[in-house]
Structures are given as C-alpha cells and as structure tokens.
C-alpha cells in the first residue's frame, strides 16, 4: 500500500484566494463551512451498507460493503489497544453468503466488547452480522428478512446443488442459533414461512418483532447501544483488573 | 418496460467494464479512500472507509472534495 502524497491546492496561487475557495467548496460539498469536533473516541464504528460483496463485483451503481474492506478494519480494531469497543452498524439488504458469514465470523471472535444496531434494513445475511455481536439493538422501525438459502435465477436442477445449498443454509441456521436466544424450530420457521413475503418465502421480521422471537436482545438507537457498550467496557476492565490481583 | 424475471438487472445488462474504471481506491495517510477521476485531472473523494469515528468529522477526508494525487507509475499505485 502506498501512500500519497495530497496536495489540496495547486501551487502558484496566492494564500487568500486559495482559502476562499476552499471555504466556497466545502459550501458546495456538505452545504456549510465546519463540521463538529469532539473529543477523541475509545469506540469505533463499523458500517455495513448497502449489498455484501463477495466474489463477484458488483456495478459500480450499487452501494456495496466489500469484505475485504472490513476484514482488515476488524483485524486493526482487535490490535489497536486505544480502541475499546465496537459498533456495528447494519443497514444492508444482505448479499454472498460466504463473505456476510466471514464478516459474523470475525465480529463475533473479537475480544473487545461488541454491539449491533440494526437501522432500516438487516435482511438475509445481515441477520448473522447483526446477531454476531455480544449484544444487539434493533430500531423500532428496522426490519430483518428471514428466507431460505438460493442461488438466485437459477434453478436447481441436480441433488448434489441442493444439498450444496442446505448445508449452507444449516451454517447459517447453527450461527444465528448459536449466538441469539433463538430457537432453531422457530428460525427455520420464519425462514419457510408462506403468504408473508410476496413472491417468496420467508418473513420478514419488524423491531419488536425481533426482540419478541429472541433474534435481536433489545429495541434501541445509538443512545442505547453507546451506554451498553460503555458499560460493557467498564466491566471488562474490572474484570482484568480483578485477575491481576488475584 | 417491466421485466419479470428472477434474474437480477446487472445479469441482463451487463455493465461495461470500462465504468469501473473511473473510481479507484487509494491510501491518504493510511487511511483507504474511494475517489473519481475528473476531467482536470483532480480527483473526488466518493467514499472513505475507517471505523474512527473521528476521522469522519476530518475534512480533508470529506466526500466531494477534490484533491490531486501525485501519480509517478500510475496504475502499478492502485492497489484495488
């Protein structure tokens, strides 16, 4: 990886007409001149939006969430010892099995005190991501689709797919059980719902909902998820600080 | 037109591989950065992936900012 070196203006202008014209494109950029400051942060964020990238690009017209992108930030998160928690924020229609299972995977082995929320939309495989974390918030109005595994457009035409296809589907069934108080009977359930998607089976799952099934532990936002992982934080640190004594 | 089809939009009109060409993610003091390629040679930043939060209120960083790149072998620089 290799730096580059930024240069914001162009040499051989003066100093003032420079600074003015960066005043006028920040107004055309965000429509005012600062944003607000505060004070460094032992939380970090990580947002998954838009489709889950995975081995195939997508076009350039969708917003995506590349694994590879978020793997590294995960790694960077477990290694930074001034970054003490993390937010997961999911707002995805979900996407390639493999990858959103790799980034649950990852979440879910973080030493550090872990929180999701889910705002707008945590479908298909956002629901491991969002489930993956020591504790997660759903917004009152965020919905989670719940549907069977399937390569989409294509038909299966052969046992072996099919079997491909449920072994999957059962990794993704086992993670979300595993770490959510859901049971399996009742995940596999709404998976193979009818009559509640159009065109589909599955169901799709709103806020309350959510907490109600035992898929997502509470209904909140970011005041909510910040004072859980604070607390989370604080607890950790007794704990460490207790073993030392000992 | 309507299609009704299970196939998703990028499986019937496949994008033109040259479109992708147009953005690129480079490094800005370490810190990956998605920007495009405008006409005067300049770039605008379109994306910015960090998980500090802090780095967010940066506006150097700021999405629709532009900024020149120093490009001596061009695209052996890219690493995405």
Redesign the interface.
Known sequence: ????????T?PNKDHQQQQQSSIV??I???GQT?????P??N????PVIGQIEGHI????KNKTTKYE?LIP?II??EQNPK?EG?IVLLNTVGGDVEAGLAIAEMISSLSKPTVSIVLGGGHSIGVPIAVATDYSFIAETATMTIHPIRL??LVIGVPQTFEYLDKMQERVISFVTRHSIIKPEKFKELMFATGNLTRDIGTNVVGEDAVKYGLINEIGGVYQAMKKLNEMIEKQKDEREKQVIQ | MILY???????IFP?DET??DQ?KW?????K?VKVQRQDDGSYEIVQF??????DY?N??Y??????????NEGSS?R?V
């Not at chain 1, 990886?1 to 914001?8: A, G, L, V």
């Not at chain 2, 700021?62 to 490009?71: D, F, H, Q, S, W």
Request: proline residues 7%; hydrophobic residues 35%; negative net charge.
């Open positions: 990886m290799t730096d580059y070196q930024q240069n914001e162009q494109q920040k055309q950029e965000l600062n944003v607000a400051q505060s460094d942060s939380i970090h964020v990580l690009q997508l076009p350039p992108h930030q960077a998160v970054v993390l989409t457009g | 089809t299970p196939l998703s939009e990028h499986d994008v479109e992708y953005w480079v490094a800005i003091e370490g990956m992936i960090s998980t500090n939060p802090q209120l506006t150097s700021m999405p629709g900012r532009r900024i020149y790149l120093n490009e620089k690493f």
